[in-house]
């Protein structure tokens, strides 16, 4: 080997030496923990096929793809008549038994109970007569002046008027005292029963409109006026806007540095130098594999832990299903 050859040779070993002490430093160096924490996630997906309570023609869809509508703004309508006719019919029902209900509680009327206690009068004018009738041919028959079944007819007559006596007296005190608490009872149940029935009617009458159950973008507008709705056929794709949040990961090590109600920072893609407000809403307790849907640096198989970060003041340029950036400020 020459000179030159041994020159290199010990060159290119203090290099490898020097290298190796490089590294070692470098991993043993103390170094500064991180001032931002970044995770990754997307703009969390919510929205709600809207469909009518009850079957029905469709004949108004007054909103289109794309437009905005806020909480209660009618959407579309279906035929109400048949539901309006049951309305009527319930409430003629609730009317009906609403008076029955009040001619038990009022109870017998004045003329009702003098009509009974005329009755009454009547039925003992008539068993006197039948008294006097059954005494005069009592003597006749012992003496052969009538027949004994003439004697037999008057008796039975008589019994007959003594027995509508009795039955009028019940009557009239039937009348004095009034309906049975418990009929009244049932009545009144019978009258809840129907207003029932009748707020049914209502609802379902109500339900032939289709409002909006809260702020969002018409997503997709499935039907047509003329088409047969039910509850199982949505008619409007909605994506809700009242509250926008992501849904972001992070990792077991930087756990305990995250908790609800810390302030972040959120960025997209499509416009980096936009940063939008936001705070940590919820952190799950249970951990579960990375989606494959998050792009992280990280390995896909690890576990991690659900966070959702809510956006302060967002704008449309944030879209459901956007990926964003987090980023956290840690504290010293």
Known sequence: MTKTQRRWGTLFLSLLVLAAVA???????????PTVLTLYGNIDIRQVDLAFNDIGRVIEMRKEEGDHVTTGELL?????????DLVSLSQARVDAQRAAVQRLVTGSRPEEIARDRASVESAQADLVNADLLLTRRTELLKSGGVSREIYEETKAADDMARARLKVATQV??????????????????????????LALAQRRLAETELKAPANGIILSRIVEPGTMASATNPVYTLSLTDKVWVRAYIGEPDLGRVHPGLEVKVSSDGDPGRLYDGWVGFVSPTAEFTPKTVETTELRTQLVYRLRVFIRNPDERLRQGMPVTVHIALGP
């Open 23 to 33: 590294a070692v430093a470098w991993r043993e160096w103390p170094r500064q923990p």
């Open 76 to 84: 579309a309508r279906i035929e109400p008549q048949t539901y309006a």
């Open 172 to 197: 009239s005190r039937l009348t004095d005292i009034g309906p049975r608490q418990e009929d009244i009872d049932e009545a009144k149940a019978t009258l809840r029963a129907e207003e029932s029935l």
